[in-house]
């Protein structure tokens, strides 16, 4: 059972940021795709951002280029989406996604296998 471990989220008011973390076992971190979706109230998930941990190859969905930004720490095995300027419209649970076997950084949800448990983020106007 591969288990990746969200952190951050919380309350923000519009304009402000937030960091979330997710940490993948080491085994699988290396040569993974790795991503962050979101899912708000009454909506489909939509891939938010993605990177490729084995070459650092990201991809970003148009509504939040140039705001967000995913990262990778490899010694931690972990993945970050800073968050800034944050719109009352980021506001969803957000979750972190893994996959193996890939060299790219896909933003479709049936392109991941492993899924954290969520972490609301919520952005009052």
């Known amino acids: 059972q591969v288990q990746l471990v969200e952190s951050g989220g919380g309350s923000v008011q519009a304009g402000g940021s937030v960091r979330l973390s997710c940490e993948a076992p080491?085994?699988?971190?290396?040569?993974?795709?790795m991503a962050w979706f979101r899912q708000a109230p009454g909506k489909e998930r939509e891939g938010v951002a993605a990177?490729?941990?084995?070459?650092?190859?990201?991809s970003y969905a148009d509504s939040v280029k140039g705001r967000f930004t995913i990262s990778q720490d490899n010694a931690k095995s972990t993945i970050y989406l800073q968050m800034n300027r944050l719109k009352p419209e980021d506001t969803a649970i957000y979750y972190c996604a893994a996959d193996a076997g890939r060299v790219f950084a896909p933003l479709k949800a049936y392109q991941y296998t492993y899924w954290g448990q969520g972490t609301q983020v919520t952005v009052s106007s």
């Open positions: 080491n085994y699988m971190y290396r040569t993974s795709s």
């Open positions: 990177i490729y941990t084995g070459g650092g190859s990201t």
